[in-house]
């Protein structure tokens, strides 16, 4: 079958292809969940078969063996799954698709002169960056949604993103997310284990507040869609989505957890079954199962009962579950009982609008802020929950209009409302802020308090690269602040 590819697919296989050309050896394609990186990579292994060179594909479980391998089987290529007793072991096939599993256990890596390595964010294991430090001069090119694994910029020279989310969703190639700010799971004062929340006490606060996250399902079915839509559930451990399962089941709705304690078959009925048009199963929950390899497009409602602390990509990963686009699914549901939304908005809407640059970004090495109360509040609709659209007044869910006197924050001289400034806004002003210290000498850090005075946060994740000259705006506020300051001086020197 021929591979018909989208324009920016082509575009990336160009650019992969300049880039092992211009001597990279190692690549790592960055494009979002359902952005079709494994059509890339069949382009990548066409290209290489027709040369007559032997690649290998490798993914991170079984499952997803197999799940290429059929990929494979529809585009009429011809491989082998190189893996000991499957029954299409068939090592003098020029392409091979293994597990990460299988290649451990082995001594020594078979060479060929490509290897792709799928969800390479989490691949990025003992033996392959052994093989890669044997063999510098092989060619290996790492697929991701996710390029923030801290070894990454050590192994691989070059990444190659040549579209954004953004982007995506407008050519209607993903579908737009709505957001609901649910019940929050409480982590005040859960212990802290390798910068994550400990796990077995993150989920007994998670056993606190089952029901709460099942009345949200219910009322934000019935609100958004009038019905119930196929739903992947991701829970704070085993017991926790177990107990989700039994009360959902006493509301009448059959969700079914999987978790690395069943064995595959189990695991592969159930997620078969589910993927029937006329399944009776209203959802899935795991607690990471799900996180990578899950590509079932009919589903519209996505629960995150599981709070992140650090990890970026696996938020990414998770509400990327429901991105992709299916005949009559116009959006997917983000019912969000974990703050995770909240605590990575930032870093979101950098992904979300400018994709990746580099592998040297780091977004999972540190802890997010967590937002105030105050925040929380202004952050959603007060009828329905739904997130505020930025910049309006109005939810985009059920058309409450916030009143004024709420939108409106209060500083001696100002008067600025809340929720109005967009990230574009944001690097605008950092870009005057820049303007200062590069052309009129201010410091870096008067400049990041000057950005702090305005928003309340610093300048996190914009660029300072860019400069443009202050508005009368900008340069009104400055001059408010500082006469602020100096007020303040002045007092305290009496």
Known sequence: MEINFRPYQSQSLDSLRLGFKDGHARQVLAASTGSGKSIIALGMIESAKNKGSRVMFVCDRRVLVDQFSRHLDRHGIDHGVFMAGHWRYRPSEKIQVA????????????LVDLIIVDEIHAVMRKSLKR???????????????????????????????????KELVSN??????RVFIAKEIDTTGVKITGGEWQKDE????????????????????????????????????VAHGIALARQFEENGLKFVPISYLDDEDFKKDVLEEFAKPDTDINGIISSEILTRGFDQTDVEHVIVAKPLRKSFSMHVQIVGRGARPHQGKDFCVIQDNSGNWLRFLEDWEQLYEEGTKDLGQNKDEKPRKEPTEKEKKE??????????PRGSDTCAHC??????????????GEMEELGSM????????????????????????????????????????????????PTKEFEKFVRHRLMVYLKGTRGSAK
């Not at 001069?137 to 070059?158: C, E, H, I, M």
């Open 422 to 469: 967009s990230r574009d806004d944001k690097q605008a002003w950092w870009s005057m802020c820049q303007y200062k210290v590069q052309i009129e000498g201010w410091s870096e850090g008067r400049a990041a308090h000057t950005f702090k005075d305005k928003f309340g946060t610093f300048p996190r994740s914009l660029k300072s690269g860019t400069i443009s000259p």
């Open 202 to 237: 993150l989920e007994q606060r998670g056993l606190q507040v089952v029901g709460d996250v099942v009345s949200d399902y219910i009322k934000i079915s019935q609100s958004v869609f009038g019905k119930y839509k196929k739903t992947i559930c991701f829970s704070s451990g």
């Open 399 to 412: 058309g409450h209009v916030r009143e004024r006197k709420s939108m409106v924050q209060s500083v001696p």
């Open 379 to 388: 952050a959603k609709c007060p009828a329905c929950g739904a997130l505020w």
């Open 131 to 165: 093989f890669m430090d044997n063999n510098p001069a092989r060619k290996v090119l790492g697929l991701t949604a996710t390029p923030y694994q801290p070894d990454l910029p050590s192994y691989f020279s070059n990444v190659v993103n040549v579209i954004t989310m």
């Open 172 to 177: 209607k190639y993903l579908v737009p997310f």
């Open 99 to 110: 597990s990460i599993q299988t290649l451990e256990k082995m001594q020594e890596w078979p």
